[in-house]
């Protein structure tokens, strides 16, 4: 998952690169358009794609939490034990390392 991160972090970092020092172009027109909204469209798609990306790759690795631990929650329901405790703290966890992860792409991306 680390790698896969890095990858798509690299990936955008090099599509994204320097975005401040490119002037504007007006996409019409093909011409510098000091006043256009085209770098603003450049900065939206990269913040709207980085999200997207982050918020599906944590969401795929939270969710397969529950059905690895059907028959744990199977066993433990029979013996009347808490299981919700249990599947709060694991869930917890792959949050917190899920953080870590976005730490390494936003690192990557941000530059």
Not at 5 to 19: D, E, H, R, S, T
Not at 46 to 52: K, N, V
Not at 60 to 74: C, G, K, N, Q
Request: glycine letters at 8%; charged letters at 15%.
């Amino acid at each position: 998952r680390a790698s896969q991160l890095i990858a798509i972090g690299l990936l955008v970092g090099i599509v994204f690169y320097k975005l401040d020092n490119r002037p504007p172009i007006n996409f019409k027109t093909g011409e510098p358009d000091p006043g256009g909204q085209s770098d603003i469209r450049d900065r939206t798609g990269a913040i709207f794609f980085a999200i997207i990306f982050l918020w599906f790759n944590t969401l795929s690795s939270i969710v397969t939490v529950f059905p690895m631990e059907r028959a744990l929650l199977i066993r433990e329901r029979t013996q009347h034990v808490r299981y919700w405790s249990i599947l709060f703290g694991k869930t917890l966890c792959r949050i917190t390392i899920s953080g870590f992860y976005v730490c390494i792409f936003a690192s990557i991306v941000i530059q």
